[in-house]
């Protein structure tokens, strides 16, 4: 039926309201098909015309699609027997029923869809109705990239479990959230307009995820209120038509917090009948209910040990309220206790093992462990958590992080799905065998019932969703990949650049390129060699804070002295964790020789000298990943400015401001970590880049003027450690230095330090005459965690392109303070072209 070229469709790109609402599902319409001999199907015939059936979801998916893409009304029609040159979206079992020929479909798993494009009709059968659903998204899918082809294509899910886990809180904040607030909860309830959650659940269902956790794991117990429980159920009558079930993070000390108990321990029986009663008074109201999340003895959360029981004993207390109705508890391993780095064999990593192994076999067959991808927390290199490879009776799902709590907020560009792919396709060789990742997860190499993937998602009330367009593919990805992790993470990104900003092929390419680079350039002005992300752990996870991670309980050390670094997590000498893996991955890693150089400060403890594998030092590599890194962030404007024009004009500003902004903080990173190395160390960079910044000017050694000069904690994160503030909180300051740089033309740029609570101005001035101006006001437009602090997070920097300077001019700054912000400086830079300094 549709016989065209796929390079031969340009699609227009441009339609109304760009503000990424529509995410990928924006049915751009396509240029020159009516050129072609392309003939659609002109009725749609859904097997199910229940409101509240997923089938008739996928009907007015279709019709709303190809009336975007095409121009044209597909109308849908109850001539059930007049199917030539139709489409037929519906359960294989309605098929059958109907038409009488189920068996030319082929065998399909749960969840899984038929997709036959084939003859005059397109069929687009589902093993259930959401699958049918998945089946109209994916074909839609297809017509939106201008992919016309010919199909007969069966797809069913890797794994069961596609979940994911909002971290929101009953007052409307998210934990971690950093694209506006709840688009769940407010004041304590459900919000009464559902139209986001409806969207949200459009979103979800084109990615073939199907469940939600709707309120943060940190829970609240007035969710189990019978009004709230109300309030779940309008929530869930949202997700139902789009084949998403609903389930809830539970607070395991609810039943003496509301249960009017004084125990909760998940032995008594007051608790297990209190825990019943909850459990069937949702089940009443949400007959489809999915299940419970739980963070248990974790972070100060409550859990089983305060009564000696143990994690399968707390498990099972929901498992059992859960089974008759089919429900799941998804058990998180994240558990861990303070540690003491006096203790050389320490090891925060080893937790999860140590709680969890020796219960293998008791959990319940409805509990599913839900596992970190790594062994401590979301960092920007991990190697895969070794309790993938000891659990054998147990389900388990993996937990990742759409949210980029750790890696940028959504201010950076991060592409995670290589980062993951890096965790689901390693083989962890259990007994010899292949044991890839997504093989155990999926229930396949243990044969296990059940398991899956959950991912940390952040969407609020942004238009954007999470606050940047381009975080956007991180969401897409993660459907696509707990589908299929066999699937490639590039291919997947672009599918998703096609449908986000359409087909021409710059566009292609340069998203691309920016975003497959993305990973490996965080990784590189962040934290190397496995030394985690080196960001404010003890803060808010932003910016970069290498002293944070030690001389503390929490694990996440570094052990960097004057002369070494790194954690020795060998068997031989250290942590013993490397041996918590089977038996050829735990060689690998306790020979530092055969130990991957991206991973070994994770496992082993070196002098800054040691030589890797690469040739390079520890602290050169540093060094020089430090300068690469910053370098390709700066690429990335370049790059993104080359899509001007072949974007449209609201999405291109709102990306080049984040771009521009990761640019100027990825040389905040850079400078931050190589100077705090280059002062533990006494070791100077070879290339001489490190602390030697001929086109600087400090704030600090300029005339100040209503400025004083303070410190800045951690001082790294300060040019020269210091910066300046205004004297008073009223009166505006004045910096002014002569410029003796050499005629020319330059990018000036900025240094400044924008902290939450005010508004401060900055003017620029040369010889009297106004460069530009800004405001610090990232508090309004950026969405990342805030601080009032001069510290690595707040660092920022302006840039003025293209200025015209005669040494000897006057360069002077006014700021003007507002409110807390009292107008900070660090230093100006006079960047000649391509230099980036
Ligand atoms: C268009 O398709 C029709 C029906 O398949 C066919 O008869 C006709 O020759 C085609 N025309 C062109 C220009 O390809
Ligand atoms: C139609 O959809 C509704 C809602 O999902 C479902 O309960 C019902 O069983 C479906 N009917 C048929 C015949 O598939
Ligand atoms: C739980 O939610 C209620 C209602 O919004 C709020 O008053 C209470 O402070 C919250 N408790 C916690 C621990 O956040
Ligand atoms: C839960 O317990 C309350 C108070 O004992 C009772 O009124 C209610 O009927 C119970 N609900 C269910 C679903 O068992
Ligand atoms: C748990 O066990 C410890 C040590 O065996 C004991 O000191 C403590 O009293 C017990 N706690 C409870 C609640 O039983
Ligand atoms: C950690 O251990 C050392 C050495 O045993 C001890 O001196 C120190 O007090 C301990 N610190 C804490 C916080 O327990
Ligand atoms: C072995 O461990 C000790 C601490 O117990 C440490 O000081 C030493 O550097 C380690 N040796 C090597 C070769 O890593
Ligand atoms: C570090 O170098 C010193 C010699 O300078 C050597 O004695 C020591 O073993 C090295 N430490 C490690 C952990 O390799
Ligand atoms: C390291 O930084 C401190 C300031 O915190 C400074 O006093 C010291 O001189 C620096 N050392 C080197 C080698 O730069
Ligand atoms: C660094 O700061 C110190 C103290 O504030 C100041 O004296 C010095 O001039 C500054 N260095 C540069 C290169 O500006
Ligand atoms: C919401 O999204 C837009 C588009 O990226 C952005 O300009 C705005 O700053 C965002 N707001 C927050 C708080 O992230
Ligand atoms: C004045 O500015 C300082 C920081 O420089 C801040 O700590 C203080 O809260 C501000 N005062 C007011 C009234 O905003």
């Not at 998210?174 to 309830?189: K, L, P, V």
């Not at 002369?563 to 942590?575: A, Y």
């Not at 003025?800 to 660090?826: H, R, T």
Request: with cysteine; charged share 15%; hydrophobic share 40%.
């Amino acid at each position: 039926m549709f016989c065209i070229l796929l390079s031969t469709v340009v699609s227009l790109g441009i339609v109304t309201a760009e503000n990424g609402q529509n995410a990928w599902l924006r049915y751009a319409p396509l240029r020159s098909v009516n050129s072609y001999n392309l003939s659609l199907a002109s009725n749609i015939i859904a097997l199910n015309t229940s409101k509240s059936s997923p089938v008739y979801t996928a009907s007015l998916e279709l019709q709303k699609g190809i009336q975007s893409i095409f121009s044209q009304a597909v109308k849908e029609s109850d001539e059930i027997h007049q199917a030539a040159s139709s489409l037929i979206v519906g359960t294989v079992d309605d098929y059958s029923h109907v038409y009488g020929n189920g068996n030319d479909v082929p065998d399909l798993e749960e969840d899984g869809f038929w997709l036959n494009t084939e003859g005059e009709t397109v069929k687009i059968l589902g093993q259930n109705e959401r699958g049918a659903l998945y089946g109209a998204f994916e074909y839609l899918s297809m017509l939106a990239q201008g992919d016309f082809s010919h199909i007969s294509s069966v797809n069913n899910p890797n794994q069961p479990i596609r979940w994911v886990n909002q971290w929101d809180n009953m007052d409307g904040s998210i934990e971690r959230g950093y694209g506006g607030s709840s688009i769940f909860f407010n004041n304590g309830g459900i919000v009464d307009d559902l139209t986001r959650v409806s969207e949200y659940a459009r979103l979800l269902a084109s990615i073939r995820v199907n469940g939600i956790i709707v309120n943060n794991v940190n829970a609240n117990v007035s969710l189990l209120s019978p009004q709230n429980i109300q309030g779940l159920g309008r929530i869930a009558d949202v997700f139902r038509p789009y084949g998403i079930q609903v389930g809830i993070s539970l607070n395991f000390a609810s039943p003496t917090a509301i249960g009017g108990l004084t125990t909760f321990d998940p032995l008594d029986s007051g608790v297990i009948s209190f825990w019943t009663n909850i459990t069937d008074q949702l089940y009443q109201r949400i007959p489809d209910f999915a299940g419970y999340l739980v963070k248990a003895d974790s972070e100060g959360q409550p859990g089983p040990l305060t009564y000696n029981r143990t994690l399968a004993d707390g498990a099972n207390l929901f498992a059992k309220a859960l089974n008759p109705y089919n429900g799941v508890v998804m058990f998180r391993a994240f558990v861990y206790n303070q540690l003491n780095e006096s203790d050389w064999k320490a090891d925060r990593a080893n937790a999860a093992v140590q709680f969890f192994k020796p219960l293998d076999g008791k959990f319940a067959n409805n509990v599913v462990v839900q596992i970190k991808y790594g062994p401590i927390d979301f960092q920007v290199r991990e190697p895969t958590s070794p309790l993938f490879s000891n659990l054998y009776n147990t389900n388990t799902a993996i937990e990742l992080e759409v949210t980029q709590e750790y890696l940028g907020q959504q201010c950076h560009l991060v592409y995670l799905a290589p980062l993951w792919k890096t965790v689901l396709d390693f083989d962890l060789r259990v007994g010899q065998k292949a044991s890839k990742v997504s093989d155990i997860i999926s229930g396949e190499r243990f044969n296990r019932p059940l398991g899956g993937s959950a991912a940390v998602v952040n969407v609020g009330t942004n238009a954007t969703w999470l606050g940047s367009h381009m975080a956007m593919s991180n969401l897409y990805a993660y459907g696509r990949l707990a589908w299929d992790p066999s699937k490639d993470s590039q291919n997947i990104l672009q599918d998703w650049i096609r449908l986000t900003f359409g087909l021409a092929s710059e566009v292609l390419n340069t998203i691309t390129k920016m975003s497959m680079e993305s990973w490996p350039a965080y990784e590189q002005y962040s934290g190397n060699l496995g030394i985690q992300t080196l960001t404010d752990i003890t803060g808010n996870h932003y910016g970069p804070n290498p002293q944070s991670q030690d001389n503390n309980g929490w694990g996440q050390w570094t052990r960097a002295d004057k002369k070494t670094i790194g954690m020795d997590r060998t068997v031989w000498n250290g942590t013993g964790y490397s041996g918590t893996y089977p038996p050829e991955i735990a060689s690998m890693y306790e020979d530092i020789s055969t130990t991957p150089d991206n991973l070994l400060l994770w496992f082993h403890h070196v002098n800054y000298t040691h030589i890797l594998h690469s040739g390079d030092t520890v602290i050169q590599y540093f060094y020089n990943a430090h300068y690469s890194g910053a370098e390709t962030a700066q690429a990335f404007v370049k790059l993104w400015e080359s899509l001007k024009g072949k974007i449209d004009a609201e999405r291109y500003e709102q990306v080049l401001y984040r771009q521009t902004y990761q640019a100027g903080h990825s040389i905040v990173w850079r400078d931050a970590i190589s100077n705090f190395y280059w002062n533990l160390s006494g070791i100077p960079d070879e290339a001489k880049r490190v602390g030697n910044h001929p086109w600087r000017v400090e704030a600090e050694s300029m005339v100040l003027d209503g400025y004083t000069i303070v410190p800045v904690k951690p001082f790294e994160a300060a040019s020269n450690y210091t910066a300046i503030i205004t004297s008073s909180n009223t009166t505006a300051g004045t910096v002014a230095t002569k410029l003796e740089f050499a005629d020319g033309t330059y990018d000036l740029a900025v240094n400044y330090f924008d902290v939450v609570g005010g508004r401060a101005k900055w003017q620029v001035y040369l010889n009297n005459k106004e460069v530009g101006e800004w405001i610090g006001d990232h508090e309004d437009t950026l969405g990342h965690a805030l601080s009032a602090n001069l510290d690595g997070g707040t660092a920022s920097r302006v840039t003025f392109k293209g200025v015209k300077i005669q040494k000897g001019d006057m360069l002077k700054i006014v700021g003007s303070p507002d409110g807390a912000e009292a107008a900070p400086l660090d230093y100006v830079a006079l960047l000649p072209p391509g230099v980036i300094d």
